[in-house]
């Protein structure tokens, strides 16, 4: 049975995240979900990545991007980056379903979720570090033009207590902690993966129920090497983790490897051949030099594009050549011409910088008037 008027969201606002995205989708498809999948996107996702996404998720839906711009409260949480999160209110404005579950792009399911249907908006799971609240990785709403409206309004009036979505929404849904007990969700449909190791006999008693996985932090699975032979996620003397934890990003990288390493392939195919009908340079995948140091993950940088890049082991296998070490590259590229074009012709605000709560206000009063 299929439920078109029910959708899993997620966001991505940079072909970074795009990554966890894609298998996040991956994840839900592998799990046979009923439901429809759509994705947020922001300008800044290449029309490259956007192609691939849509092999994945039924809509991909562009949307502008809505920052926080509060440095001083992210500054507390020591993730400068989260500002950008508020684009995740856009997901209150998919009107066309009737309910839907969001999931952050660094979250996997383990097994069919989509008995979350049944809850109702606000439903969420508590946030490992600080449980009377929420965590805003995995939540089930309902699409409301009203409450988007609301919701603009209240991080206008108030701003976000940790200066990212989860500090807004858990002010704005402020009665979720005692209310009513329907609308928390079991923690393991938001497990997340640090916590595994601070409660170990818990984990050990109630892990093998785990259904969504949620890599929340600094590191996400995208910053690690994966081993394709051994399928196992390379250590570097700054990773530190346990067995269940490893075991997660093992799964992460082989859903990588296995479904959206192929579409990536494919697309920078078609992209070398368009390439060489235009002589632009394109992304490319290269063996990496076998001697070079494995090197911190690399940062998102200002327009990141993806770059799976390949990287072979010092010891060659005598039989077979084969590439065994896979990283995920981001490397600084030149928008193609159609992403030009398309910022162009969009010619509107992106809602970021140090006036973003002026600009959410202006959108709304436009709403209101
Ligand atoms: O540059 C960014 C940053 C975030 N996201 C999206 O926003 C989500 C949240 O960011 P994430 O890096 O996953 O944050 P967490 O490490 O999970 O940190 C916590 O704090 C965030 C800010 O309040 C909440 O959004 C999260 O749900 C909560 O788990 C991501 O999964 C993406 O979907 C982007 O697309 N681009
Ligand atoms: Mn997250």
Redesign the pocket.
């Known amino acids: 049975m299929s439920v078109t008027d029910q959708a899993f969201v997620?966001?991505?606002?940079?072909d970074v995240?795009c990554q966890?995205?894609l298998v996040l989708g991956q994840s839900l498809r592998n799990h046979k979900t009923s439901r429809k999948l759509a994705v947020l996107v922001t300008p800044e996702v290449s029309s490259g990545m956007r192609s691939v996404l849509s092999s994945v998720f039924d809509e991909v839906i562009e949307v502008g991007v809505l920052d926080s711009a509060d440095s001083v409260h992210l500054a507390l949480?020591q993730?400068p980056?989260?500002g950008?999160?508020f684009?995740?209110l856009h997901c209150w404005t998919l009107t066309h379903y009737s309910k839907c579950v969001f999931m952050?792009?660094?979250?996997l399911v383990l097994c069919n979720v989509d008995e979350l249907f049944d809850r109702e908006e606000f439903s969420a799971a508590p946030d490992s570090g600080w449980p009377d609240c929420f965590?805003?990785?995995v939540f089930v709403f309902q699409p409301s033009l009203k409450t988007y409206n609301l919701l603009l309004q209240f991080a206008a009036e108030h701003g976000s207590f940790?200066g990212?979505?989860?500090?807004l929404l858990n002010s704005f849904f402020s009665s979720w902690a005692t209310a009513d007990i329907g609308k928390h969700l079991p923690f393991l449909y938001n497990l997340s993966s640090s916590s595994v190791y601070t409660y170990v006999p818990a984990f050990n008693h109630f892990g093998r129920d785990a259904k969504v996985v949620?890599f929340?932090?600094?590191t996400?699975p995208w910053n690690y090497k994966y081993n394709l032979q051994t399928k196992r996620v390379m250590q570097d003397g700054t990773t530190s983790g346990s067995s269940h934890q490893l075991s997660f990003l093992a799964l992460w990288w082989n859903i990588y490897s296995a479904s959206i390493l192929p579409l990536l392939e494919k697309l920078q195919k078609m992209e070398e051949a368009e390439s060489e009908e235009c002589k632009q340079p394109v992304h490319k995948v290269e063996p990496r030099d076998s001697n070079a140091r494995p090197s911190e993950p690399d940062r998102p940088s200002e327009q990141p594009a993806f770059q799976p890049a390949f990287q072979e082991t010092s010891e060659m296998n005598e039989v077979a050549h084969f590439v065994s070490e896979l990283s995920i590259h981001f490397k600084p590229a030149k928008p193609t011409p159609e992403d030009e074009r398309r910022k162009w012709e969009e010619g509107r605000m992106d809602y970021m910088g140090k006036d973003a709560f002026e600009h959410i206000k202006k959108k709304l009063d436009a709403f209101l008037h």
């Not at 997620?10 to 940079?14: F, G, I, K, R, V």
């Not at 952050?104 to 979250?107: E, G, V």
């Not at 990212?164 to 500090?167: A, H, I, K, S, V």
């Open positions: 997620t966001l991505a606002t940079d995240y966890g995205a949480m993730r980056e989260l950008v999160t684009t995740k952050d792009a660094d979250t965590n805003s990785g940790d990212g979505d989860q500090g949620h929340l932090g600094t996400k």
